[in-house]
């Protein structure tokens, strides 16, 4: 008899657009990489796929993903087939707010970025309309009652790696955070041409995480972090077609898609550093 997969999370890259990609010099999203977006026919069957072989958290990333034209109907699919859902979201535009409020009661996560509070950080990372936009969304999740688990990812590099300290001291200030994501920078695509900018030394990325994590005895907010060794072959990482792909500072086609047996899947992923990578969100559910 065949043992048991774990496989129960995938993340599923559904648009290759994004607003911001002028913006963030240090994006190591595979943009080109990957095929065109899938069609509303192509994300139904996914989605259905997806509960089909046990998926219990699908996160929603890309790209931006309120840009895919057909989101609201693949969340609202995913919420009906009982899905979890992390929800990435930059954002940075009126556009991408509206399109997250419409989605919010069938989420269970939502993931924004903030890197950095103060000017200059700001500029050197995702630019100050988009840390504008960010705290004017958090203070209106503030006043809404029924809201998903609120998640604050940061990508540290050698721009913000001195902004951490008063980035914690922002994020205590709003009781509706419930974790916070740092991830190291990993260089790859946009990323990898601005390697020298961006590319923050592992004792250094050590060293910023736990001083900041001295600042968090009581765990006010969950602090989990992600080092740039971590992120090498842990994560299922989807296309917005079904394809399959594994990271390691280059994205690997695995040649299979969703639609394979999950075991012919599972064998091309690092499961132990999944399972840990992802104990963040497990802990929620
Ligand atoms: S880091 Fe995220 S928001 Fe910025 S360009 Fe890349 S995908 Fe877009």
Wanted: aromatic share 12%; glycine share 4%; hydrophobic share 35%.
């Amino acid at each position: 008899m065949n043992k048991p997969h774990n496989f129960d999370n995938i993340d599923w890259f559904i648009t290759r657009l994004c607003n911001q990609r002028k913006k963030c010099k240090f994006c190591f999203a595979p943009w080109d990489r990957f095929p065109i977006d899938a069609t509303y026919e192509q994300a139904k069957l996914i989605c259905q796929r997806l509960a089909e072989i046990g998926i219990k958290i699908v996160t929603i990333c890309g790209g931006e993903p309120t840009l895919y034209p057909h989101i609201f109907e693949t969340i609202q699919l995913l919420y009906q087939l009982g899905l979890k859902v992390n929800f990435y979201s930059n954002l940075a535009t009126q556009k991408n707010v509206e399109v997250v409020m419409s989605i919010l009661p069938f989420i269970d996560i939502l993931s924004v970025p903030v890197d950095a509070v103060t000017q200059t950080a700001i500029s050197q990372m995702r630019g100050r309309d988009q840390f504008k936009s960010v705290c004017k969304t958090l203070d209106d999740l503030q006043s809404i009652e029924t809201k998903p688990t609120i998640k604050i990812g940061t990508v540290v590099t050698k721009q913000n790696i001195n902004d951490l300290k008063n980035l914690f001291l922002f994020l205590e200030n709003y009781q509706i955070i419930n974790i916070w994501r740092i991830y190291q920078f990993s260089p790859y695509g946009q990323g990898k041409k601005y390697e020298d900018l961006f590319l923050v030394s592992d004792d250094d990325f050590n060293r910023a995480v736990s001083a900041v994590k001295k600042m968090a005895p009581n765990k006010p907010i969950n602090i989990s972090v992600r080092k740039r060794s971590n992120n090498i072959g842990y994560c299922h990482i989807m296309d917005s077609q079904g394809g399959l792909y594994r990271y390691e500072e280059e994205y690997i086609d695995l040649g299979v898609n969703v639609f394979n047996k999950p075991e012919e899947i599972i064998v091309h992923y690092d499961e132990k550093t999944n399972r840990l990578q992802k104990r963040w969100q497990r802990k929620i559910f």
